[in-house]
């Protein structure tokens, strides 16, 4: 009989075609978009299947691999972050195979990132929330006054595909300079985008607004503190479309509450979803995203193909299109 693969999620129409039309696999899954399956459920299913597609709200640990059994041959995320997938526990459990969706969701992050930049930077929900709330009194001459792109330091914490993509939205902006930090050097993505290699505390003090794209691992964990903050400029805006671990949120509340930087751009938190009563919600600064960075038509769509194809790939022992290494 056919391989049995589950999905925890109602994927985009794309990925659950290829599965279909494929006739290789027998598949089940929870079919929701607008909740998780919840966790119980989840580890009733997923008994005995030879292969999951999951997404990010998953926790992929010992005790669902324990629940899957020996006989989960390849796991496919719907996602390029996979922190959520526990990859010691993977690699003990030999010959279990993990596909991911880089690049396909590269242009939609960017691009989000660089509307949420600008709606930073440029104070747009608050002005919007001015016009309509009658705030508008007059034209006033420094009245919802930001700050520019144009002549300005832009840092990327953590330079890979999706800062080199930024990068290259924000330079028709008139950026004066690129810089970048990272665990070493990355020369050929660097050059394509004429970043200079600076240490975590020039980024820090040199950026007029400052990026994070780095994955959350332990290394990354908290790494944009009170230490970090403390030494960026007052004017200086700090935006995160990566993972909310990787930002000490309530470092960053006193950074935005107390003027020691301008503002900030989050379309990641921790938790998520950010309970409505969170201070940070409170700040007129700080604009909050419902971690919406690759959500675009087509790359979710893009997301689900390739995560239906690597995960038939991988059932076939085929190397699969993106293939995480363990
Ligand atoms: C989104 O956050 C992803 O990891 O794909
Ligand atoms: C703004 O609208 C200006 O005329 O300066």
């Known amino acids: ?26 598949f089940d899954l929870w079919d929701s978009d607008d909740v998780p399956v919840p966790r119980k459920e989840l580890l009733q299913k997923v008994k005995g299947v030879d292969a999951l597609v999951c997404v ?46 880089p690049d396909v969701l590269t242009d939609s992050v960017a691009e989000l990132t660089v509307a949420l930049l600008l709606t930073t930077s440029r104070r747009l929900i608050e002005a919007t929330h001015e016009a309509k709330s009658g705030g508008w009194g007059t034209w006033r001459t420094l009245w919802l006054c930001g700050y520019e792109l144009a002549n300005s330091t832009v840092g990327i914490l953590g330079l890979g595909r999706i800062g080199v993509a930024i990068a290259e939205r924000l330079k028709p902006f008139k950026v004066k300079k690129f810089i970048y930090t990272d665990v070493a050097p990355r020369p050929e993505l660097a050059s394509l985008i004429d970043a200079e290699y600076v240490s975590m505390d020039e980024l820090a003090s040199q950026s007029d607004f400052l990026t994070v794209c780095c994955a959350l691992t332990p290394e990354t964990k908290d790494i944009c503190n009170k230490d970090l903050f403390s030494k960026m400029k007052n004017t ?16 960053l509340y006193e950074a935005l509450s107390s003027g020691q930087i301008a503002g900030a751009g989050l379309d990641v938190t921790v938790p998520e979803p950010l309970p409505t009563s969170h201070p940070l919600f409170t700040l007129n600064n ?9 959500a675009s038509y087509s790359t979710r769509n893009a997301m689900s193909a390739l995560a239906a194809n690597n995960l038939l790939l991988g059932l076939k022992g085929q190397p699969m299109i993106k293939e995480l290494k363990l």
């Open 1 to 26: 009989s056919l391989p049995r693969v589950y999905i925890t999620r109602q994927i985009p129409p794309e990925g659950l075609k290829i599965l279909s039309e494929s006739g290789q696999v027998q």
């Open 56 to 101: 990010l709200t998953e926790k992929i640990d010992a005790e669902l691999l324990d629940a899957a059994g020996p006989n989960l041959k390849v796991l496919s995320t719907m996602s390029v972050g996979f922190d959520h997938l526990s990859l010691e526990e993977l690699k003990k459990r030999s010959g279990i195979r993990v596909g991911y969706t």
């Open 286 to 294: 700080c604009v909050i995203l419902p971690h919406i960075a690759s």
């Open 236 to 251: 200086s805006i700090f935006i995160n479309t990566s993972r909310g671990g990787v930002v000490d949120q309530e470092d």
